[in-house]
């Protein structure tokens, strides 16, 4: 059963840091892609980051620099390290496999003064 769980999120200041992770179960995991998404109010959702299976890596030029995807996957979890964040990163963030159709729930991230 795929099943994806978001943690981390949370209100930060502009200029602040969050990390978020992403537990995924069962064993599909380390063969798999994993994405991070974020949907903020009215807008559509959007990739922010992308690591392969050998960690390659991929980020939206919006976030390139500021945020660090990476993987674990002797404990199946991606994780998302956002530094330098700006009010405009305020969205429902959710990871993702790259080529299965399922979405958690998703964890917050305010940035507010």
């Known amino acids: 059963q795929v099943q994806l769980v978001e943690s981390g999120g949370g209100l930060v200041q502009p200029g602040g840091s969050l990390r978020l992770s992403c537990v995924a179960s069962g064993s599909i995991f380390s063969n798999n892609a994993m994405e991070w998404y974020r949907q903020a109010p009215g807008k559509q959702r959007e990739r922010v980051a992308y690591?392969?299976?050998?960690?390659?890596?991929v980020y939206a030029g919006s976030v390139k620099g500021r945020f660090t995807i990476s993987r674990d996957n002797a404990k199946n979890t991606v994780y998302l390290q956002m530094n330098s964040l700006k009010p405009e990163d305020t969205a429902l963030y959710y990871c993702h496999y790259y080529n299965i159709d399922y979405w958690g729930k998703g964890t917050l991230v305010t940035v507010s003064s």
């Open positions: 690591i392969s299976t050998r960690a390659y890596t």
